[in-house]
Each structure stands twice: as structure tokens, then as C-alpha cells.
């Protein structure tokens, strides 16, 4: 398993478009728009709290997460479908879903290691502080990120080819994002959006890393649809993916 | 390549049978030793007995059996859509069959038998960034038992692309990569699906080579090719193969024996002579007269019956040309129609 995992993140490192798209440009935004005065003073649209201190963050490691998640992970696993990688490791004694996980392992590296750099930039240059509630904030990324993923591997299930994976991708990530508080904080959408996005895969991972940064406990709900969202996902996923 | 390094041999040594000095000259390491394994029925290394599988409103294979003999070179042979590769397919356990058995070393299945079974699929590939070494490395990681792949590169003649991605090698090198990957695991069974489709003619005599060296380390082969020539010059025995049907089984010889009038003479007469001097030999089956030639078809020892009659009637056969049917010829013969693509 460790050789697959290996050879998979050499492979990863050889194209490397996609993890430098999902590490440098959550970062770049954080560090540029984190330099914007107005996102460094008290916000009474964010209950007095600053834009920097979880709203910017917090939504700049769940873009890395679903960068991977929602448009490389897909876009490499239907490629390999197509090409008939997965056909040719059908034939051997380990079997296509060896490559499957090896996939994920590094996609979901590569997100950890885009939060742990968006963590530590962010609090040397900007002085954003280390999530307060750090064991939380790490079992709510873990969770999200498997909510996530799940969402990912279902994409790779349904897209018909290796071009329509990243498209289909985008267009969930994109809506998700919305209303998960990209571009306006969510404490600025409708009420009503925002009672509805609650139930959606995407805004209640946002939400939750933002309550655990400022030091909070994430709420029963938000954790709870997570990890629906894994299990429905993953459930899917196991009958809908096909290997070649 | 190291074939002793593989399966538990202790098994296979503790009961020798009379096979073992059955075992024919030119096929040297491993043969013996595996002969000898109880588990495998005589020696039939694969069994498959009518075989059947529809895809949807398609009927793919139809009622297909035949059995391949430990260390033979066997060709399934039959035009594109003739249902080959679901036949594989279904050996190679990657598909279930609708009805049938498969039975491959004496009934092993799953991962056991993956261990033992190499396989090399039409449409199968790498990722492109993958380089040759690391490809061999990885596959060899999933066998217990793998090869040397170190040595099996150099055979297949990759040792000098060793760093090579596979997006920028060759038709001819990544078939015999594909090979290489086929043979990693060390199998004592080898399924090779269009090997050669897509090659230059001396990267397909190359790659024939190479089989012919794989079969003589006492691996089974089933080569899987829609080629005359491939399989007339690799294959032991032939099953030829038509809309999900076995037309026949048998070597390419026999095959082109079933052909009526296997042979053909033709040549321009140096004057006018009575058909009746070649058509009272009994060897010649039909004469022809083509724009002052003559074509004559026949059986047996058709040019020196020819020669000697032509010689009694002083008639000196100028341009003299031989033919001999071929299996492009036998399966027209049995089938009706060509198998060309």
C-alpha cells in the first residue's frame, strides 16, 4: 500500500497544477485580502468579530479542501477510468480500490498541508490566531474533509468522461460555496438561505471550523449532517462507481 | 526470469507423475517442476465449457468451450466483435459468466488466482507521468511472489528507457511494457489481448520474439489476435472463433488442412497442351485458365505431380509459381467469410 501511495504522489508531484492551485491560492487571498484594513477591524455585520479572524480563514481552508475534493480528485480518478488504468489494476491480485485510497491519501494531504500553512502564514503575518479550540477544529476538518471526499468520489462515480468531471465539480462547488460564505459572510445571507444551506454538504464544515477557531463548540446539527453527508455519500459512491 | 522463486513448490515435488518426462524438449526451468502439480487436471491449465454471456440485447459469447495444455502457446482467433475478449475476460475472472464453467489451475479464483494469472488487456494503460522503473516497481509490490523486475525489463528490452515516462513511449515500447507488467508477478499463466494491433511489422516481430521466449521459461500463453500470421506463427493449437461461437479447434496446420484443395500451382506453358494430362492426376482438383496462365489447385504433393506430368508431355512450365492456403484461407473455408478487419 505504502508503494501505491508513493508512486501516486510522485505522480501527483509531476503534474503539480492542482495541489499548487488548492495550496497557493487560498493563501494568496488570505494574505491579500487579510492586508485590506477594512477586513481588520470589527465588523458589526460579523457580531464584532473581525473579517480576518474566521470568516476569511476559515473559508480559505475550505476552498483548498474542496479544490481537491471536488475538482482534482474526480478529475484524476475518471481519467484513470478512461484511460483503463483501473482496468489494467483489475487484473492484479490487489485490485483497482488499492488506487482509489492511495488517491485520497494524497489529496487529503495536500489539504492538510494547505491548512496547516494557511494557519501558520496567517498568524505570522497577519496575526490571525491558531484555532482556539485546536483538537475540535482538527476532528471538524477531518470530518468535513471525509464529507467532502465522499462528495468527490460520488462526482467520479457519475461523470461520464474525464472532461465533464472538473465541470460537474465546479458546478457544485460554486452554488456550495455560496452559501457556504465565500463571498458574502453567511451571517449576511437570508435567513432563509442560510437555514436551508445548514442542510447542504458544504456550509455546516464551513461553520463549524469558524466556531471552533473562535474557541467554540461546533453545533450538534452542523456535525451531524458532516456525517451524514460521508455515510450517504460513501454509500453511493460504493454502488455507483465503476472501474472502467 | 526467476519462475522458482514462485509457488509452493514443496506441494508440486512431493508427487511426480510419469508427465514430468512427458515434457518436450525446448521448453526448459519451471516446465517439469509444474507438470507435476496434482491440482491441475492432466494437464489442462484451463477448462472452459460452454460459456455463455449476453451484454444487454447482445449476445457476446455463445456456448464457447476448449481447453488450453500446460506450456502450449493458445490462440483465440476471430474477427473484431467475435466475442475473444469476453471470452478472456471471463477466464481471466474479471467477468462472470451468465452460464458455463471456467475452470483455470485446477479451480482457483479471486486473488489466488490473480497471483497466478497475468493478464495484458486491449485498452488498458498507465498513468502518463509514470516512469518505466517505477511501473514495474509498483506492480511488482502487489504480488507475493513477483519476478525480478530489474531483469524482466532488460528482457523486454526496456532497460534503456528505464527512466522514460510511459506517456512518451513508443506503440512498441508500451506493448512490451505491458508485457513486462503481464509477466511481473511471475505467473504460470499469461492472457495477452491484441498484442500486437497498432505495431510497425518489426515492432510485431519483435514482440513475437519476445512470446516465444516467455513460453520457452514454461508459461501457458492465451494469445488473443485477430492476425493470421501471429497466430500461424506463435500458436500450438488455434481456436478460431465467429459470432460467439468456437468454429475450431486445432493447430494451425490442421486447420488449414481442413481447407479442400490446400494447394495452388500456377505457371504459363511454353505450348498448348489437353487439360486432361493435369486433370487425370489424381492430386489435381480443379485447372484454370487465366490470361495464358494456368491455375491449378489440388492437394498433396501437387508440384511434383505436376512437374512430372507436364515433363512426359514435353511441356516446360515457365513463371512457375506455388501457393499454399493459409488460415485466412481455412477460416473462409470453415466460416464463410474473410477475417479481415
Not at chain 1, 501527483?12 to 492542482?18: A, M, N, T
Not at chain 1, 473581525?50 to 478529475?75: F, N
Not at chain 1, 467520479?156 to 460564505?181: E, N, Q
Not at chain 2, 482467433?77 to 467477468?95: I, S
Amino acid at each position: 500500500m505504502s508503494k501505491t501511495i508513493l508512486t501516486e504522489a510522485k505522480l501527483f508531484l509531476r503534474e503539480p497544477s492542482g495541489p499548487i492551485f488548492a495550496i497557493l491560492l487560498p493563501l494568496a487571498l488570505l494574505l491579500g485580502l487579510g492586508s485590506i484594513p477594512g477586513f481588520r477591524e470589527a465588523s458589526p455585520d460579523l457580531g464584532g468579530q473581525r473579517v480576518i479572524d474566521t470568516q476569511l480563514p476559515g473559508m480559505m481552508v475550505i476552498l483548498s479542501v474542496v479544490t481537491m475534493a471536488l475538482t482534482a480528485l474526480p478529475a484524476t480518478l475518471v481519467t484513470y477510468r478512461e484511460g483503463g488504468v483501473l482496468r489494467r489494476m483489475s487484473t492484479t491480485p490487489v485490485g483497482p480500490a488499492r488506487l482509489l485510497v492511495a488517491q485520497v491519501v494524497n489529496n487529503v494531504a495536500v489539504a492538510i498541508v494547505a491548512t496547516a500553512l494557511l494557519i501558520f502564514l496567517g498568524n505570522l503575518f497577519l496575526g490571525v490566531a491558531v484555532p482556539r479550540a485546536f483538537l475540535s477544529f482538527a476532528g471538524v476538518f477531518l470530518l468535513g474533509a471525509a464529507s467532502m471526499f465522499g462528495l468527490g468520489l460520488l462526482i467520479a462515480s457519475v461523470a461520464p468522461s474525464a472532461k465533464s468531471a472538473p465541470g460537474i465539480g465546479s458546478l457544485l462547488m460554486f452554488p456550495l460555496l455560496f452559501v457556504t460564505g465565500m463571498w458574502i459572510p453567511r451571517e449576511m445571507l437570508p435567513d432563509l438561505v442560510r437555514q436551508i444551506s445548514d442542510f447542504l454538504p458544504m456550509a455546516p464544515f464551513g461553520q463549524a471550523l469558524r466556531d471552533t477557531w473562535a474557541g467554540h463548540a461546533p453545533q450538534p446539527l452542523h456535525l451531524a449532517v458532516m456525517a451524514a453527508t460521508v455515510l450517504v455519500t460513501g454509500a453511493l459512491a460504493t454502488r455507483l462507481f465503476r472501474w472502467e | 526470469m526467476p519462475n522458482d522463486a514462485g509457488h509452493p513448490a514443496g506441494v508440486e515435488l512431493a508427487t511426480p507423475s510419469p508427465d514430468t518426462k512427458a515434457a518436450p524438449a525446448g521448453y526448459p526451468g519451471g516446465f517439469r517442476r509444474r507438470t507435476a502439480d496434482p491440482s491441475v487436471d492432466g494437464m489442462n491449465v484451463i477448462e472452459v465449457s460452454n460459456l455463455r454471456k449476453r451484454y444487454r440485447d447482445r449476445l457476446a459469447v455463445d456456448d464457447v468451450s476448449f481447453t488450453v495444455k500446460e506450456g502450449e502457446i493458445f490462440g483465440v482467433l476471430g474477427p473484431n466483435g467475435a466475442g475473444k475478449t469476453t471470452t478472456v475476460e471471463c477466464v481471466a475472472g474479471l467477468r462472470t459468466p451468465d452460464s458455463g464453467t471456467v475452470k483455470v489451475l485446477g479451480g482457483l479464483s479471486g486473488t489466488r488466482l490473480k497471483e497466478q494469472l497475468g493478464v495484458q488487456l486491449q485498452s488498458s494503460a498507465l498513468p502518463a507521468k509514470i516512469k518505466v522503473w517505477e511501473a514495474l516497481d509498483l506492480y511488482a509490490s502487489f504480488y507475493r511472489t513477483p519476478a525480478d523486475w530489474g531483469t524482466l525489463m532488460r528482457r523486454v528490452g526496456l532497460a534503456d528507457r528505464r527512466n522514460t515516462f510511459y506517456g512518451n513511449l513508443s506503440g512498441g515500447q508500451r506493448q512490451r511494457l505491458s508485457i513486462a507488467l503481464a509477466l511481473v508477478g511471475n505467473p504460470r499463466v499469461a492472457i495477452l489481448d491484441e498484442l500486437t494491433t497498432g505495431l510497425d511489422p518489426q515492432a510485431r516481430r519483435d514482440t513475437w520474439g519476445l512470446i516465444e521466449q516467455v513460453r520457452a521459461d514454461g508459461v501457458t500463453i492465451v494469445l488473443v489476435t485477430h492476425f493470421m500470421e501471429e497466430a500461424e506463427r506463435l500458436c500450438d493449437r488455434l481456436a478460431l472463433i465467429d459470432a460467439g461461437k468456437v468454429i475450431a479447434v486445432d493447430s494451425p496446420a490442421g486447420l488449414v488442412a481442413r481447407v479442400d484443395q490446400p494447394v495452388r500451382v500456377g505457371f504459363r506453358p511454353s505450348r498448348p497442351f489437353h487439360d486432361a494430362v493435369l486433370t487425370d492426376l489424381p492430386e489435381v482438383g480443379e485447372v484454370r485458365h487465366e490470361a495464358g496462365r494456368i491455375e491449378v489447385t489440388g492437394t498433396g504433393d501437387l508440384l511434383l505431380a505436376i512437374t512430372t506430368a507436364l515433363s512426359s508431355a514435353q511441356v516446360v512450365p515457365g513463371d512457375l509459381r506455388l501457393e499454399r492456403a493459409t488460415l485466412d484461407d481455412a477460416f473462409l473455408a470453415l466460416t464463410g467469410k474473410k477475417i479481415t478487419v
